[in-house]
């Protein structure tokens, strides 16, 4: 099951509550999703999910307690339904607000004419008070 690994992100010892990080690989509806507690954040291939919730909301947990001071977030996204689209602008929403991050880039990477991707990111981009966009172009995979 999808969720699993996101559940067992975190780890109790001695009464403290650690981070751990977060691996998941990509599925025909769900995207690769590599979370690292030194604030490197990459997500992966298309979101198809039928509950969101379900996929998104383990990962917006984790994000609230991000404890570090710069976060390099790269997305790689070959498309998004309208609810993991808005997920998605949740996950980035909550680093944005996040008051001990200092330094948020974001690496929107999208294939080469695919204008709606990133229309996308450029929207999400807006409505970030904090997030520094970084926009690169890739070829399609033959």
Known sequence: MILL???????SRKNNLMMQNVNISA?????????ETNGNLFLKGRSIILDVDLFYQPLCDWLYQLQTTAVRF???VDYLNSS???KILELLKIIDVNNNVKDFDVYWRFETDDEDILETGQIFEERLRKARFFYKEYAEAS
């Open 5 to 11: 690994p996101v559940i067992s992100v975190y780890l």
């Open 27 to 35: 599925t025909s509806s769900t995207p690769q999703v590599k979370f």
């Open 74 to 76: 790269t997305l790689e």
């Open 84 to 86: 993991s689209s808005k």
